[in-house]
């Protein structure tokens, strides 16, 4: 395992919602210490069944505790379904320590967060810690159905408990459901100071429709995290490169049409992975040389300009060698 990985107990399982569940994290032995989380982090789960997969904390700033929130989706691909099924209080689970590809800008003036379903794992983590800052922030909530939507009795907490405070938190509520039919984004962000910062997290349609509606509205302070590629995420081919590993010393030839990925594995080598969509950023790996073509939703188009690192899953090489410090 990496030697960043670190080994925890399953210690609590909890409904949220319908089809969702929560599951406590603590370290699985006293020489196991947690590193703290900021909001916007996520952890890999390794699992059982010899899935990878990432979760989203929901504590920010709390000890050797991480919790993760799970929708049992209909679409598992042995993730969700796994959590749900199978996983057992008492268990000792493998997780990476956390990553963060989506901060809170602690310094901004006003703070707009939207969640869409299950999306609002990393949302409550912000919430949580821009009202810890004392910070101005509004929360816009979208689920099918309330039932179906997880923390809004901590969150009306949450409400409840800052209506007296200087920064009373605004919620809005949105369930398809009551309202027949999915928001309008752009009716929902309108009329906000173009200092302002949005965050969203979804399902893809949504995320396509915030930023579409961001860029309507002339916003430009917008972030986002996707669970899973864009639907547009065209699949890319090159001619076959050359890789050099500089620390390890190997060298690998990526044939084309083959990830590089899945080179370094079929070379019997152990790269860090999870998404294998360039979501999740587990197989990130500092680039030294080549020309990287970027097609993760991670990277900023600033960092991507820069080709500082990679995410081998799915970006590629344009030069015959590219190289990499691992
Ligand atoms: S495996 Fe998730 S970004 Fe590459």
């Known amino acids: 395992m990496p030697a960043s990985n670190l080994q925890a107990l399953v210690f609590n399982i909890r409904f949220e919602a319908k089809d969702i569940i929560s599951i406590e994290l603590r370290p699985a032995r006293p020489d196991v210490v947690f590193p703290t989380t900021e909001a916007g982090a996520h952890i890999d789960l390794h699992l059982g069944n010899g899935l990878v997969r990432s979760y989203s904390l929901?504590?920010?700033g709390d000890e050797n505790r991480y919790v993760i929130a799970v929708l049992n989706d209909k679409?598992?691909?042995?993730?969700?379904?796994?959590?749900?099924?199978?996983l057992r209080v008492g268990q000792v689970?493998?997780?990476?320590?956390?990553?963060n590809f989506f901060r809170l800008n602690e310094s901004a003036g006003r703070s707009v967060l939207i969640a869409g379903g299950i999306g609002i794992t990393p949302i409550y983590a912000m919430l949580q810690r821009l009202l810890d800052l004392g910070s101005s922030v509004e929360?816009?909530?979208c689920a099918r159905n309330r039932d179906e939507a997880a923390y809004i009795e901590n969150i009306n907490a949450l409400t409840k408990h800052t209506a007296m405070s200087k920064t009373p938190i605004a919620v809005q509520y949105h369930f398809d459901g009551e309202k027949g039919g999915p928001p309008d984004l752009t009716h929902l962000l309108a009329g906000r100071p173009l200092d302002t910062?949005?965050?969203c997290c979804g399902p893809g349609p949504m995320l396509d429709a915030y930023e579409k509606a961001c860029e309507a509205l002339g916003q430009v302070n917008v972030h986002l995290e996707r669970f899973s590629a864009a639907k547009d995420m065209q699949q890319v081919t090159t001619d076959s490169y050359r890789v050099e590993l500089k620390r390890s010393g190997e060298i690998v030839q990526v044939p084309s049409g083959v990830s590089?990925?899945?080179?370094?594995?079929?070379?019997g080598l152990k790269p860090?992975?999870?998404?294998?969509?360039?979501?999740?950023?587990?197989?990130?790996?500092?680039?030294?040389?080549?020309?990287?073509?970027?097609?993760?939703?991670?990277l900023t188009k600033q960092e991507k300009a820069a080709n500082k690192s990679m995410m081998i899953c799915v970006s590629v090489c344009r030069s015959s060698v590219l190289v990499l410090d691992a």
């Open 58 to 60: 929901t504590n920010p």
């Open 75 to 86: 679409n598992s691909r042995g993730g969700s379904s796994y959590l749900h099924q199978q």
């Open 93 to 99: 689970i493998e997780i990476s320590a956390p990553r």
């Open 139 to 141: 929360l816009i909530y």
């Open 197 to 199: 910062h949005f965050y």
């Open 260 to 267: 590089l990925l899945d080179a370094l594995l079929q070379a």
């Open 272 to 298: 860090d992975f999870s998404c294998r969509e360039g979501v999740c950023g587990s197989c990130e790996i500092k680039v030294i040389s080549g020309e990287v073509d970027h097609r993760d939703q991670i």
